[in-house]
């Protein structure tokens, strides 16, 4: 196994470790880490540059079916509409549980929670039996329709908490989902261009290996600037943690059955529960951005803490379910024949 695939495959655990290394660091070394804050915006560039090179708007909607026009505008509605509705009841619970919770990590768990799709979400389709495809899609539609959504309802559900400069949200999406989308797609075209399909896809890998790199240093020196705070409030975490849990479940409950309801095939029901999911890596580059590091400990309570874990356990669970749904046919097959 090289070193991407190692660092790509162990990610969770990596993530877990380097979050509990700095937090203990940062209580005794927190100078330091505040030294590195600088490095963030790069951190943030190397994360999202690999998904904004491989994204294929033009294709994911030149072919239509009646199945993703179905997806698209189910999608559509909870993302415009029950997702921000969940975040704002999210909000109202946490403030009952926790009352003084820093305003900024509040920041940051609401804009995880307004999210885009994260970029893995396909390929957890995949591995779960779903229909990749149209996961991708959602990927792509759902981050357009963030560059509205984020600035809107992050000014309308946290106005009561804490001021949303809106002009500098504004400025971090510009700076950390435009530009990295131009540059990306531009990075593309050239290539195909001049070296053609085999050289842009022989840089996926690498890219992915600076994807995880930025992921990692991120996560360092958040927690390190943070860690004194999460060492006095531990209890911030475990209760955070368990409530944004709930709260990813939740969505995807009422995805799943409301994909049952309509009747949706075993596939793209699945292809619809992995379109709850969040990007972190968005929501952290806009939570610094705007608010600063503190909010990126709100946005990883919504990342590894839970939507990651979640996103796992799904992959067995609708393994599970498929292999039960294919053996139960069988059956019926038998004794029908």
Do not use: C
Request: aromatic share 12%; proline share 5%; net charge positive.
């Amino acid at each position: 196994m090289d070193v991407v695939e190692f660092i790509k495959e162990k990610m969770v655990y990596i993530v877990f470790t380097l979050i509990f290394a700095s937090t203990y660091a940062g209580v005794y070394h927190r100078a330091l880490f505040l030294s590195l804050k600088g490095t963030l915006p790069v951190a943030l560039f190397m994360m999202l540059f690999q998904p904004m090179v491989f994204m294929d708007i033009r294709k994911a909607f030149t072919t239509r079916t009646e199945v993703k026009t179905k997806y698209l505008i189910l999608l559509t509605l909870f993302y415009l509409a029950v997702f921000p509705a969940l975040t704002w009841l999210l909000l109202k619970f946490w403030l009952a549980v926790m009352p003084g919770t820093d305003p900024r990590l509040l920041a940051g768990v609401v804009l995880i929670s307004l999210a885009p799709l994260p970029s893995s979400a396909p390929a957890f389709t995949n591995l779960a039996g779903g229909k990749f495809q149209l996961t991708l899609v959602g990927v792509i539609w759902t981050f357009l329709l963030s560059l509205f959504v984020m600035p809107v309802y992050a000014k309308l559900i946290l106005h009561a908490v804490i001021q949303v400069p809106v002009g500098v949200l504004l400025k971090s999406l510009v700076l950390y989902i435009i530009t990295p989308l131009i540059v990306g797609q531009l990075t593309k075209y050239a290539v195909l261009r001049w070296k053609g399909v085999d050289a842009l896809m022989s840089l996926k890998k690498p890219l992915v290996g600076i994807s995880l790199l930025g992921m990692y240093w991120m996560v360092v020196v958040v927690f390190g600037i943070n860690g004194k705070m999460i060492v006095e409030r531990p209890e911030l975490i475990l209760v955070g943690a368990i409530i944004m849990n709930v709260y990813f479940l939740l969505r995807a409950a009422v995805a799943y059955f409301s994909g049952k309801a309509l009747a949706f095939p075993f596939e793209q029901k699945v292809s619809f529960v992995y379109s709850t999911g969040s990007n972190m890596t968005l929501a952290t580059a806009i939570a610094i951005g705007t608010f600063g590091p503190m909010a990126a400990v709100g946005t990883a309570l919504g990342g590894p803490f839970s939507d990651m874990l979640l996103m796992i356990l799904f992959v067995r669970l609708f393994s599970w379910m498929g292999k039960r749904r294919i053996r139960v046919e069988g059956e019926e097959n038998i004794v029908g024949g």
